[in-house]
């Protein structure tokens, strides 16, 4: 099959296109920044340790299209002759200007869906969001009945539901079939984001407990990530038209960090900030820095207090009985790997 992944260089995107490839899948890796035109994304993954050894030197490797999905033109060009698409790249992120996430997050989505109808994609697998469902009230065993929010703490969460709601829309629309999936909080090997982000955090001193510690979180191992979506275009039949919740494991939040930063050398936390006192120094901060134009994200903010704070976990029956996802990489175990692997990155 004919496969285009959309950020495909990315931490979830290299980890599909792998999957992709070594099941013997032509595909065309779309993306802004490629290392070179020949294999950068082979080479970017390998840097991230995403490839396994000698994945470069197999006879097939994928393709580079180089472009930007809030151009048409680009895109369309990348897709055409594509029998399927896994749409990956997004603005993430809680702080920046509401225009560039719509129009990467949400326009960007349009001109992907435009191109699949022109060309007669028949499959588009999306990676979307459970910030689409998140307000400001706790979420516990949510599932996809839950309706979405009703108001939004960021542009990120806002532009994601738009987009999903046209994407699933979409199905049935000519040739073309549609999936959305909503993985949680995706850590692992190669994380970039996540858990770099709260180990810097402690180095610095400046991590601390937000709320009474109690809220349980759902967390997504990358590779469970990367399971759900090629699943998704391998039952795409049952899986067309819906969402669906992906995770690995809830956890306590704070009991889970904790576990981190002890395996990592680092002291347990024992300074903690309550919800409301968070919440409205995220409200503060906002204010002036939006006031002022600063582009650095601010050191709180109210969505980043209530997902700290507040619990938020879901049921993923439907993609188990949909999609037969089963979440493999969890407990003290993809811990324990995770801590050995960065030990082994850090002695090289």
Not at 335 to 348: F, G, P, R
């Given at each position: 099959?004919?496969?285009?992944?959309?950020?495909?260089?990315?931490?979830?995107?290299?980890?599909?296109?792998?999957?992709?490839?070594?099941?013997?899948?032509?595909?065309?890796?779309?993306?802004?920044?490629?290392?070179?035109?020949?294999?950068?994304?082979?080479?970017?993954?390998?840097?991230?340790?995403?490839?396994?050894?000698?994945?470069?030197?197999?006879?097939?490797?994928?393709?580079?299209?180089?472009?930007?999905?809030?151009?048409?033109?680009?895109?369309?060009?990348?897709?055409?002759?594509?029998?399927?698409?896994?749409?990956?790249?997004?603005?993430?992120?809680?702080?920046?200007?509401?225009?560039?996430?719509?129009?990467?997050?949400?326009?960007?989505?349009?001109?992907?869906?435009?191109?699949?109808?022109?060309?007669?994609?028949?499959?588009?697998?999306?990676?979307?969001?459970?910030?689409?469902?998140?307000?400001?009230?706790?979420?516990?065993?949510?599932?996809?009945?839950?309706?979405?929010?009703?108001?939004?703490?960021?542009?990120?969460?806002?532009?994601?539901?738009?987009?999903?709601?046209?994407?699933?829309?979409?199905?049935?629309?000519?040739?073309?079939?549609?999936?959305?999936?909503?993985?949680?909080?995706?850590?692992?090997?190669?994380?970039?984001?996540?858990?770099?982000?709260?180990?810097?955090?402690?180095?610095?001193?400046?991590?601390?407990?937000?709320?009474?510690?109690?809220?349980?979180?759902?967390?997504?191992?990358?590779?469970?990530?990367?399971?759900?979506?090629?699943?998704?275009?391998?039952?795409?039949?049952?899986?067309?038209?819906?969402?669906?919740?992906?995770?690995?494991?809830?956890?306590?939040?704070?009991?889970?960090?904790?576990?981190?930063?002890?395996?990592?050398?680092?002291?347990?936390?024992?300074?903690?900030?309550?919800?409301?006192?968070?919440?409205?120094?995220?409200?503060?901060?906002?204010?002036?820095?939006?006031?002022?134009?600063?582009?650095?994200?601010?050191?709180?903010?109210?969505?980043?207090?209530?997902?700290?704070?507040t619990s938020h976990w879901f049921d993923i029956s439907r993609a188990r009985k949909d999609l037969g996802y089963e979440p493999k990489r969890f407990g003290t175990a993809a811990?324990?790997?995770?801590?050995?692997?960065?030990?082994?990155?850090?002695?090289?």
């Open positions: 099959m004919r496969i285009l992944v959309t950020g495909g260089n990315g931490f979830l995107g290299a980890r599909i296109v792998q999957r992709l490839v070594e099941a013997g899948h032509e595909v065309t890796v779309f993306a802004r920044s490629l290392a070179t035109q020949a294999d950068s994304a082979i080479a970017t993954s390998d840097r991230t340790g995403l490839f396994q050894k000698g994945f470069t030197r197999q006879a097939r490797n994928p393709k580079m299209a180089k472009g930007d999905i809030r151009n048409p033109a680009e895109i369309s060009a990348a897709i055409a002759g594509h029998d399927a698409v896994f749409h990956v790249a997004a603005k993430a992120g809680v702080w920046g200007a509401r225009g560039d996430y719509f129009d990467i997050n949400l326009r960007g989505t349009q001109n992907v869906l435009a191109a699949c109808h022109a060309h007669g994609v028949k499959s588009l697998i999306y990676t979307s969001t459970p910030s689409v469902v998140f307000g400001a009230a706790p979420l516990e065993a949510a599932n996809e009945d839950t309706p979405y929010a009703a108001r939004f703490l960021t542009h990120y969460a806002e532009s994601k539901c738009m987009a999903e709601k046209e994407v699933l829309a979409a199905n049935g629309v000519g040739a073309l079939r549609t999936v959305a999936l909503r993985p949680h909080l995706i850590w692992g090997k190669g994380d970039p984001h996540l858990v770099p982000r709260v180990l810097a955090r402690a180095r610095a001193g400046k991590l601390k407990r937000v709320g009474d510690g109690t809220n349980k979180v759902d967390i997504t191992h990358i590779e469970d990530a990367a399971d759900a979506h090629i699943l998704a275009l391998e039952r795409i039949e049952a899986a067309a038209g819906k969402a669906y919740f992906i995770s690995s494991e809830a956890v306590v939040l704070w009991d889970w960090i904790n576990a981190l930063l002890v395996r990592m050398g680092l002291p347990p936390l024992t300074r903690q900030v309550s919800r409301a006192t968070a919440y409205r120094a995220g409200a503060v901060l906002e204010f002036f820095y939006g006031l002022f134009g600063v582009s650095k994200e601010p050191p709180m903010t109210r969505f980043v207090a209530e997902n700290l704070a811990l324990d790997d995770y801590v050995k692997t960065e030990a082994q990155h850090a002695a090289h």
